[in-house]
């Protein structure tokens, strides 16, 4: 039996967060939707989790800011950044830190599978990938 990936999908856009949690599970992933980083943080899932979509912006810890702490907490999770303001230093600095990959929203079903597959085959590491 294959085990599915649990993909955490952390966003204060509701519409955002209910449509792709909605397409991961049509695609055969364990989705679950958290409002906030700190919501995320307080469930069960953070240690099931093996791949992390979460908005750069957001009120209190954005994403790159979640990413950062758990690197610096010893559970790096793979970490897929998405952002309606796109930002050229913000993408740079996220992929130098080593998340699995940066998107503009709206994004295509394409370039997210990619990015969770990327994620997913090359894990996360406690230094930038190099691509």
């Given at each position: 039996?294959?085990?599915?990936?649990?993909?955490?999908?952390?966003?204060?856009?509701?519409?955002?967060?209910?449509?792709?949690?909605g397409l991961l599970r049509s695609l055969g992933f364990i989705a679950k939707g958290f409002c906030s980083a700190e919501d995320f943080l307080k469930s069960n899932r953070l240690h099931?989790?093996?791949?992390l979509i979460a908005?750069?912006?957001?009120?209190?810890?954005?994403?790159?800011?979640?990413y950062g702490q758990l690197i610096a907490a010893?559970?790096?999770?793979?970490?897929?950044?998405?952002?309606?303001y796109p930002d050229d230093?913000?993408?740079e600095r996220a992929l130098n830190a080593g998340v699995a990959g940066y998107l503009v929203k709206p994004f295509s079903e394409k370039e997210l599978?990619?990015?969770?597959?990327?994620?997913?085959?090359?894990k996360?590491?406690?230094?930038?990938?190099k691509r």
């Open positions: 039996m294959t085990i599915k990936p649990s993909i955490a999908v952390i966003d204060d856009d509701e519409s955002v967060r209910e449509a792709t949690t099931i989790t093996n791949c908005d750069v912006r957001m009120p209190g810890t954005g994403g790159l800011a979640l010893g559970s790096p999770i793979p970490t897929i950044l998405i952002t309606a230093a913000v993408r599978v990619s990015c969770i597959d990327f994620a997913l085959k090359h996360v590491l406690l230094s930038p990938v």
